[in-house]
């Protein structure tokens, strides 16, 4: 609708701040990287030492990283477990987020759901772990299939949330009209609410990726002894109580990073061109 | 459209998750068939290595059984996890700690004495797993694989560079730091950041000055730490004064990164620490000796306990199998590997040649002067690391002690009464 | 009509409801059962009646956590919620390289606990002591981590860092909903600036601020991650929070039972936390 093709000059101001926050960030990260290059004799705690450039930029610590992670292997778990729960996130959670959304203001039992809902975004995960290991093994699901299922629970409340939230700046008339023409309430959501839905769904699938794909714990009470790992899993192999090895800890870090930031990218894209829409209330 | 085709997705999603479920149980399963299948599952990811050859030298020469040992990270959780499935591994590998006392207690554990094997473990660490048992039993549960030992690392360049003597006690070891002091080097680095290391130097201290059954004592009631532990809490205190302005600053990376660049003379921590040492500096010349808490030369014992132990589990429907997988893991070769990968001590007679960083406490353990870490009684979430850590900052002894005592009482209540009811009765229930 | 809808819903939320009760409600009654027990993880178990509950409230290690906990999650809200909104609101602005800027601020949120715990340990440890001998500040010249009365501070400079990535993103999608077109009426008004986003935009975008708190609330009472790589509660147990008690005592030591009553009283908590805090910005939505 008014997609203004407006060439307002550049806000140089905040630019200009931007680079200066930025530097809280680059600065860990040149950490990361340095480290990630050097051979665990380079190491030292004095900050001219730490600071410094490796001696060379061979890249022999992200082959081991790979080799002693099972690379290809965990990335591929990991990347299984992340897509198949994102999704079914998007899908489970914008429904129930719709249903909830749309009536938890006049229904009292919506509203009771709501709140049973998000409060189970409180429970600690410590209490809820060695029931839901004896649960899972009893349903045969203490498996990356058990471990995605307990995943789209996990997320549930807040995905909820996000996504009843979401709802209320979208406006009721949108479906009215729909259904005016005849369009069941299912087709409606399908047809006008999911699919104005897109920055949201992005950003729920940005945020649930994301503790998915940095998760230990779960996988590791609920897959132990099934012989799979995950990157994170496999990258507790770093690190025992009586020494880590840095150097190599920080390559696979590096490199478990890329994928899900260019998941990150693309998403991001999702949020901004998702208002096509434009006036939404 | 796009509805539908949300809906096939999700269908679609199903099917493949149903059938993830359904491989998923048919492999387990499936493989070597016939053989009896033996699985270990052992605590210390640092060995993996060594237990992947292990398995399959195993498996090579046996064809009546199939091995397979698992050395997950976090063992700990992964055990309890499985134990709440009652999914019992046949054969558990531990160390003897407070969780070797719990598992014996709850009964997941099965009565190994019938072992011949165990007739070659050395008596001080069969007396060792003993006594680790909440109350006395008529069994054994544990066969004792590797003992590591704690004391006192030195570097033994800079000890003979400026010719200072191995202390024998503890005046010896007081004008050691003044003479290293004197000399502008930093007698020791701790690495209290990480709190657990606040306990190494206090567990070489303890063994020395107070009675190596006194957490045993005090469950029965018939001893308190306010003065089992006086002269101890004393002299860790005094050791503080020779290491860096504030321990609480460095985390156990900074103090093993300070000690291979030769920042501190010594360092007060077990064995286990030596390869995070040398990954540092590989060229680094290490030895220990044994931490030097008495007043008199011969009053003091080696800080030993078992670090790896292998258990049955009551659960394991073959023993006699488990048996000669533990006959495997206890012969001279694979002992001797085992001891050459992690500078471990070997619990069996025999004669194996140890690594050079525990030259200086030989004549201990030839002589089978040791005595257990006190912190094996100790249990976890009373966090006596964290109470030492506080006393580290506040250094109020008597504060510390008492605190010992109270908290005592307050995470051992279950454990107390087991031990007490048990004397009521008169030592047999 | 109206009815066809209602079975819709009700087809909707039923299933997933089903799904959520049988892997989160279910485990979690499992759970309080286990609170009237002296459970250790393992093995037989008696009953112990309320003990436990009685207990709790005479630990003053429980207590303690309790305090850090909520002084960390009040600060840690605050410079949260205030960074990422300014944030967000540069980061939609009309500026060079958006993606790029985006892009580098997520970061945080990505780089794993053993990466943020060794950097900022060394921040800590190695690299502000020594600014702060540099300025000559005595408070700054010894390691933040080492004091019993800085180093909570230390943990909400380190969660504030690895969150703002996250509310961000959810501020930067709450500010998509705004229009164009209201920016273009107000600025008719003559509204810019501070005026704008106080009258303008911040009113269409509470629902965002809603749940960025109630995500806040979340992280921070129940911070784990940053504790275990920085502290692990210390020094002198000043860092111990809530959860880190709950899976220390309870799942790597021998008090299940007894931390799984702690749990519980902490899930009652902060349930009521957050639905006073829903009610009064759900009471604020209306208003505006």
Redesign the interface.
């Known amino acids: 609708m008014?997609k203004?093709v407006d060439k307002?000059?550049?806000?140089w101001p905040?630019?200009v701040?931007?680079i200066l926050?930025?530097s809280?960030?680059?600065f860990?990260?040149y950490?990361?990287v340095v480290?990630a290059f050097k051979q665990?004799?380079e190491?030292?705690?004095?900050?001219s030492g730490?600071l410094s450039l490796p001696e060379s930029w061979s890249l022999s610590n992200f082959a081991q990283a790979m080799e002693v992670t099972d690379f290809w292997r965990s990335l591929g778990n990991s990347v299984l477990i992340t897509v198949?729960t994102v999704?079914?996130s998007i899908?489970?959670h914008s429904?129930?987020g719709?249903?909830?959304g749309?009536?938890r203001a006049h229904s009292k039992f919506?509203k009771f759901?709501y709140?049973f809902?998000?409060?189970?975004?409180?429970?600690?995960f410590?209490?809820?772990?060695?029931?839901?290991?004896?649960?899972t093994?009893e349903l045969?699901?203490?498996?990356?299939?058990g471990v995605?299922?307990?995943y789209?629970?996990?997320y549930?409340p807040?995905n909820v949330?996000?996504y009843s939230?979401?709802l209320?700046?979208i406006p009721i008339a949108l479906e009215e009209a729909a259904?005016v023409d005849g369009a069941?309430?299912?087709?409606t959501?399908?047809?006008v609410i999911?699919?104005i839905m897109k920055?949201?769904h992005?950003?729920v699938a940005?945020?649930t990726a994301?503790a998915v794909w940095?998760d230990v714990m779960t996988p590791?009470?609920i897959m132990?002894?099934?012989g799979q790992n995950t990157l994170?899993?496999a990258?507790?192999?770093?690190?025992?109580?009586?020494?880590?090895?840095?150097n190599l800890?920080?390559a696979s870090?590096l490199l478990?990073?890329i994928p899900?930031?260019i998941f990150?990218?693309i998403c991001?894209?999702q949020?901004?061109n998702?208002?096509v829409n434009?006036?939404?209330? | 459209m796009r509805g539908k085709s949300a809906r096939y997705l999700s269908a679609a999603l199903v099917l493949v998750m149903t059938g993830g479920l359904m491989l998923s149980g048919c492999s387990g399963s499936g493989e070597s068939s016939g053989k009896t299948e033996i699985e270990i599952l052992q605590y210390k990811p640092e060995a993996a290595t060594y237990f992947d050859q292990v398995e399959e030298q195993f498996n090579a020469t046996h064809d009546d059984i199939h091995l397979t040992i698992d050395s997950p990270n976090d063992a700990s959780t992964i055990m309890r996890t499985r134990f709440i499935r009652e999914d019992y591994p046949d054969i558990i590998g531990i160390g003897g700690d407070i969780n070797y006392s719990y598992y014996v207690d709850a009964e997941i554990l099965a009565d190994v004495s019938d072992y011949e094997g165990m007739q070659n473990i050395k008596e001080s660490y069969i007396d060792i797993a003993e006594a680790l048992e909440i109350v006395p039993t008529d069994g054994t549960y544990i066969v004792p694989y590797v003992a590591n030992a704690a004391g006192i690392l030195y570097n033994r360049d800079m000890f003979e560079e400026h010719g200072w003597e191995i202390p024998t006690n503890w005046d010896e070891l007081m004008s050691l730091c003044e003479e290293i002091e004197a000399e502008g080097i930093l007698p020791f680095y701790f690495g209290f950041r990480d709190t657990w290391t606040c306990l190494a130097p206090w567990n070489g201290i303890a063994v020395d000055l107070a009675p190596a059954d006194l957490c045993k004592q005090v469950n029965k009631g018939e001893a308190n730490f306010t003065e089992g532990y006086a002269e101890a809490a004393e002299k860790y205190i005094q050791l503080m004064e020779y290491g860096p302005e504030d321990p609480v600053a460095y985390g156990y990376n900074d103090a093993c990164t300070a000690f291979a660049r030769g920042e501190s003379a010594m360092y007060p921590i077990g064995s286990y620490a030596v390869p995070q040492i040398l990954s540092v500096n590989p060229d680094m010349n290490i030895d220990s000796f044994v931490m030097p808490a008495s007043d008199s030369s011969d009053g003091n014992t080696l800080n030993s306990g078992i670090d790896l132990g292998f258990c049955v589990t009551a659960d394991c429907p073959n023993k006699e199998a488990a048996y000669e997988v533990l006959d495997f893991l206890l012969e001279d070769e694979n002992i001797q590997a085992y001891v050459d990968d992690q500078n471990a001590i070997p619990c069996r007679e025999g004669d194996f040649e140890l690594a050079p960083y525990v030259d200086g406490m030989t004549e201990y353990i030839e002589s089978g002067n040791m005595t257990d870490y006190q912190d094996h009684y100790y249990p976890s979430e009373m966090a006596a690391d964290a109470i030492l850590q506080t006393y580290v900052i506040d250094k109020d002894t008597d504060a510390f002690l008492a605190r010992f005592d109270k908290d005592w009482q307050r995470y051992n209540r279950d454990i107390i009464r087991e031990v007490q009811e048990y004397e009521e009765n008169g030592g047999n229930e | 009509m109206k009815n066809e809808r209602k079975r819709t819903f009700l087809l909707i939320t039923i299933p997933i409801l089903a799904l959520f009760v049988c892997f989160n409600t279910i485990p979690l009654i499992r759970g309080v059962i286990y609170s009237f027990t002296n459970f250790k993880g393992f093995g037989t178990y008696d009953w112990v009646g309320l003990r436990n509950y009685m207990d709790l409230f005479t630990d003053s290690r429980v207590g303690g956590s309790y305090l850090f906990t909520f002084k960390l999650a009040i600060c840690a809200t605050i410079i949260t919620n205030v960074i990422s909104l300014i944030l967000a609101l540069g980061l939609n602005s009309k500026i060079r390289a958006k993606g790029f800027f985006r892009a580098a601020y997520f970061l945080p949120n990505v780089l794993g606990a053993l990466v943020v715990g060794y950097v900022f340990q060394y921040l800590f440890t190695y690299i502000l002591p020594a600014l702060g001998e540099m300025i000559g500040s005595e408070t700054l010249s010894s390691s933040l981590l080492s004091n019993e009365s800085t180093a909570w501070f230390a943990i909400v400079i380190v969660c504030c860092w690895q969150n703002i990535a996250m509310n961000t993103i959810i501020y930067i999608s709450g500010l998509q909903t705004v229009p164009e077109d209201v920016y273009e009426a107000g600025s008719l008004d003559g509204a810019t600036g501070w005026k704008q986003f106080r009258h303008l935009t911040f009113p269409l975008i509470i629902p965002f601020f809603t749940i960025n708190m109630v995500l806040c609330v979340k992280n921070f009472l129940m911070v784990f991650d940053q504790i275990m790589a920085m502290t692990q509660g210390g020094p002198a147990q000043s860092t111990e929070s809530i959860s880190f008690l709950i899976y220390n005592n309870g799942m790597k030591g021998g008090s299940f039972g007894y931390q799984s009553a702690n749990a519980v009283i902490f899930f009652i908590v902060i349930v009521a936390i957050s639905a006073a805090q829903m009610s009064i910005s759900s009471r604020k939505e209306e208003q505006l």
């Open positions: 008014n203004k307002v000059k550049t806000n905040v630019v701040l931007l926050g930025l809280t960030i680059v860990p990260l950490m990361a480290i665990p004799s190491m030292t705690n004095s900050i730490i198949v999704v079914l899908l489970l429904m129930m719709y249903a909830i749309r009536n919506y759901v709140l809902i998000v409060s189970g975004m409180f429970v600690p410590a209490i809820l772990m060695m029931p839901l290991a004896k649960q093994a045969g699901l203490a498996n990356w299939a995605i299922i307990l789209v629970v996990f549930m807040m949330l996000l939230g979401y209320v700046n259904r069941s309430t299912w087709r959501y399908w047809k999911f699919p920055p949201m992005a950003t940005i945020i994301l940095n590791l009470v132990s002894g099934t994170p899993l990258q507790l192999n770093f690190q025992t109580q009586f020494g880590t090895n840095y800890a920080f870090y478990a990073l899900i930031l990150y990218v991001q894209k949020i901004i998702g208002v434009g006036a939404v209330k």
